[in-house]
């Protein structure tokens, strides 16, 4: 089956496109990188509630998707003859891209991949590869990879404009990372703190100050950070960490072959096979300095089917 490029961009667009880029069925190489002691109180911002976009985002844990996973995400970039891109340039393999286009395409979808190095994305030309685009994917990988690509582009200005006007914006592992606006990167500055691990396998053994890295992600879920492979993989103290460190935000896990979509209105509501894990530390009491402690921090478990108010703070179970 061809994609249609022409449903993508304007036709004389498309000329230009594929005459500058060598994109058609996708591919213009892998990424380039650019060039004390008392307790204090959080204030509840008023965050992730207050957005001004149209769209909804589709965060997957990463692992195997249940087929209501994909199918949610074609359905919400409005069903048969869903206009979508998927970016697959967090994955160093080549087959990551056709093969979610051709499960896109199984459900009705118009899909294409385009895989993009930095130099490409800097080109206004490219950002018009979305125009009127209903769904955006980013696949599975090192979110790093997504970042040095996309981050202060054209391309990464028209994703936010397409979700503004009302697309779904969707993504899985690293796809999910970038979805905040502070990213966890997966890299740990002191692993085991006073007592390094004999392993170098073993991650996250501590809660501790300055040990998470992040950097800028794509910002498109704010005031919040996102885990993902949260329960399969143990993260609970890299996140309980990013929780305390940074109680403005709120910071959730999504476990494997699990979702949360989050609405227009600001609400969350998990899909999937397992749960998501919110740490709300927005009213906590934490210390400033030394050990990283807290008091009246707030966890929610959310299984498939729950909501989450990140206005209120709120929970509902199913």
Same mark, same amino acid.
């Given at each position: ?34 060039? @004390?002691?008392? #307790? =204090? ?6 965050? %992730? /509630?207050? *957005?001004?976009?149209?769209?909804? &985002? $589709? ?48 459900? @009705?979808?118009? #899909? =294409? ?6 130099? %490409? /994305?800097? *080109?206004?030309?490219?950002?018009? &590869? $979305? ?63 006073? *007592? ?70 600001? *609400? ?51």
């Amino acid at each position: 089956m061809r994609t249609r490029l022409s449903a993508l961009a304007p036709r004389t667009v498309r000329g230009l496109l594929l005459a500058a880029l060598p994109l058609s069925l996708a591919t213009l190489g892998g990424c380039a990188a650019p060039g @004390g002691s008392g #307790a =204090v109180t959080a204030s509840a911002p008023a965050p %992730a /509630a207050a *957005r001004q976009a149209a769209g909804t &985002l $589709l965060i997957v844990g990463g692992g195997p998707a249940p087929a209501e996973i994909p199918r949610r995400f074609v359905e919400l970039a409005g069903g048969a003859g869903a206009r979508i891109v998927v970016f697959p340039m967090a994955s160093a393999d080549s087959g990551t891209g056709p093969e979610k286009v051709a499960e896109l395409r199984a459900l @009705g979808a118009d #899909a =294409v991949s385009v895989a993009l190095t930095r130099d %490409a /994305a800097l *080109r206004e030309e490219s950002a018009r &590869l $979305l125009d009127g685009a209903t769904g955006i994917w980013f696949s599975g990988g090192d979110q790093n990879r997504l970042t040095r690509a996309l981050a202060g582009t054209p391309v990464e200005r028209a994703i936010h404009a397409r979700y503004r006007a009302g697309a779904v914006v969707g993504g899985t592992s690293a796809g999910a990372a970038v979805m905040s606006a502070r990213m966890i990167t997966g890299d740990e500055r002191h692993p085991g703190g006073a *007592r390094p691990p004999r392993d170098s396998s073993d991650a996250w053994m501590t809660i501790a100050r300055d040990n998470v890295v992040t950097a800028p992600g794509f910002g498109l879920l704010p005031g919040v950070v996102v885990d993902q492979h949260f329960l399969r993989r143990k993260r609970h103290n890299r996140l309980l960490s990013l929780a305390l460190e940074l109680p403005e935000r709120l910071a959730v896990g999504i476990d494997e072959s699990t979702a949360i979509e989050v609405g227009p209105d600001g *609400r969350w509501r998990v899909i999937g096979a397992s749960s998501a894990v919110v740490l709300d530390a927005r009213r906590a009491r934490v210390t400033p300095a030394g050990a990283l402690a807290a008091t009246e921090v707030r966890l929610h478990v959310l299984p498939a089917g729950a909501t989450f108010d990140p206005a209120t703070g709120q929970a509902t179970l199913p």
